[in-house]
């Protein structure tokens, strides 16, 4: 559903056998200013999503490889687990600096 933005589990561009949870920024068809990426703006191509870490520049995401294929979408974290003194629910939110610049009507 457009709007709603959480934590994914996504297979590794690079590594199929790696899992990465991201937050997910952008939807098909979303416009997106990037963070270091090879292009300023990037428009989410049909079948793709952007998907980025809490730590902008230190977090291996679409920054890095580009707009993710959603074949590569694994599940939807809801929870932190580890360690104990981290344990809560996830909250779906997009940070405000993120949103992207333009949505394609439905």
């Not at 937050?23 to 990037?34: F, H, M, P, Q, W």
């Amino acid at each position: 559903t457009k709007g709603v933005l959480c934590q994914n589990s996504v297979e590794s561009p690079r590594n199929p056998e790696q899992k990465i949870i991201k937050r997910v920024i952008a939807l098909e068809g979303d416009i997106i200013k990037t963070i270091g990426y090879k292009k300023k703006y990037v428009k989410i191509p049909h079948g793709h999503i952007w998907v980025e870490g809490d730590h902008h520049g230190h977090s291996f995401d679409s920054n890095a490889f580009g707009p993710v294929s959603l074949g590569l979408l694994h599940a939807r974290a809801t929870h932190i687990l580890w360690p104990p003194q981290r344990w809560q629910k996830l909250q779906s939110m997009l940070p405000p600096e993120r949103k992207p610049l333009q949505r394609e009507q439905e």
